[in-house]
């Protein structure tokens, strides 16, 4: 096991940090300032110039769709990066240093997995529609599973309808904590619903595509997350209400859903777990900053024992957290998704927990400005907490670590399940 990063990933690396340091870190001011007119005029999910203008900044430095895996590219007729995970998960972990980098460089969440899932599983005539615009930039997209009626942690529970009527599907649900579907922009859903109630547990489950502009799509109010409402990406509660879809819509067929979300949820959760070790890399920076400028009872805060401490635990947590979801990208490279599935549930229960404390320790080492927005340390906060939700809570992954672990040593476990859970 090899984890130095090859040549081309670390030429990859130089491009992207240059970038970060050229254009992405001098344009967060700008940022903040758009976002702050755009909500006082009420046009806060209308698309932020700033990002436009970064996104054709990074398209033309070659710095487009590095997420995009050789397989997937050449399905969709498309030039990708053609990395690995394992190529490319600290190039993710550069862009998760600012929450909206990875939108500039069309490497953001829905949008990568609702990509690789359209590729691989829609019909040539999807993949001319949806495909080609979303690897262009030109729209976005959503993934509609989890629901407020159900514990949506467990996916066989999810129980919006997907009914065959003829040549259609007639959808009827009720969708909360989807990403992007507020954004103008999303022009396209992929959403998960029951077309046989009566099937094999895992075989009720089907994925299909949805125009955003079909009749009968209601979106009811944004959620907010610790406050922030996350515009102009954010999350919305909605509905789906007798919207009628052709039949053709559907994706890989019937009862497929649980197979299609395997395939989509492995890349995406490294994308993840190296975003959010971005963040705490991050917050370990700001906070080594901060404590080294300001003084307290006649010393450097840095020089507080318990400041050290936490620097160093911050240090080992966050190389442990990388290595692990190196190994995981290895190991989904060399074996694929179904030998990585322990490897991939433990990032996702290692990295968003350890970039929670070491950002709320970067907090406190900055005192009231922490939890405020002078610093980016508050919202990132809320993006990691928000994290141990998403693709699934921490105890369900848990229990299928305990599981599989068990399972080495009897026959408890040896069959449980992976984790299928909320895609953002």
Request: charged share 25%; glycine share 8%.
């Amino acid at each position: 096991m090899d984890f130095d990063y090859s040549p081309k990933t670390k030429a990859l690396q130089a491009r992207v940090l240059q970038f970060m340091d050229e254009h992405i870190y001098p344009a967060e001011a700008e940022y903040a300032r758009e976002l702050a007119a755009h909500t006082a005029a009420g046009r806060r999910w209308t698309p932020l110039p700033v990002i436009e203008r970064l996104k054709q900044q990074a398209r033309e430095a070659g710095l487009w769709n590095l997420f995009l895996p050789q397989d997937t590219a050449e399905i969709a007729g498309y030039q990708g990066a053609g990395l690995t995970n394992q190529e490319y998960a600290p190039l993710s972990e550069i862009m998760g240093r600012v929450p909206w980098a990875s939108e500039v460089f069309n490497c953001s969440a829905p949008d990568t997995g609702n990509m690789e899932t359209i590729a691989r599983y829609g019909s040539e005539e999807l993949k001319a529609r949806w495909l080609k615009p979303l690897l262009e930039g030109e729209i976005r997209s959503a993934f509609a599973m989890t629901e407020p009626e159900v514990a949506s942690s467990d996916a066989t529970n999810i129980c919006t309808r997907i009914t065959r009527d003829g040549d259609d599907y007639v959808i009827n649900g009720h969708k909360w904590w989807i990403s992007g579907a507020a954004d103008p922009r999303c022009k396209v859903f992929i959403v998960m619903g029951k077309t046989d109630p009566e099937a094999p547990r895992h075989s009720q489950q089907s994925m299909i595509v949805v125009p955003a502009d079909t009749p009968g799509i209601r979106i009811v109010r944004p959620l907010t997350v610790f406050g922030y409402d996350d515009a102009p990406h954010g999350h919305v509660e909605m509905f789906f209400e007798n919207v009628r879809v052709p039949a053709s819509n559907i994706l890989l067929g019937e009862g497929r859903g649980f197979e299609i979300a395997q395939g989509r949820l492995g890349p995406g959760r490294i994308h993840h777990c190296m975003r959010t070790i971005g963040l705490a890399e991050r917050a370990l920076e700001l906070m080594c900053k901060r404590t080294s400028e300001r003084v307290a009872f006649g010393k450097p805060i840095a020089a507080q024992t318990v400041t050290q401490e936490r620097i160093a635990e911050a240090r080992c947590k966050i190389d442990m957290a990388r290595l692990l979801t190196l190994k995981a990208a290895w190991l989904m490279d060399t074996a694929g998704n179904k030998v990585a599935r322990t490897e991939i549930a433990m990032i996702k229960v290692v990295a968003p927990k350890m970039a929670c404390e070491v950002i709320d320790w970067a907090i406190q080492a900055h005192g009231g400005g922490g939890m405020s927005d002078d610093f980016p340390l508050a919202y990132a906060y809320t993006l990691v907490r928000t994290l141990r939700f998403a693709d699934g809570p921490d105890e369900v992954h848990r229990n299928a670590i305990a599981k599989w672990e068990l399972g080495k040593h009897g026959s408890y476990g040896r069959h449980a399940e992976t984790p299928v859970t909320r895609g953002s």
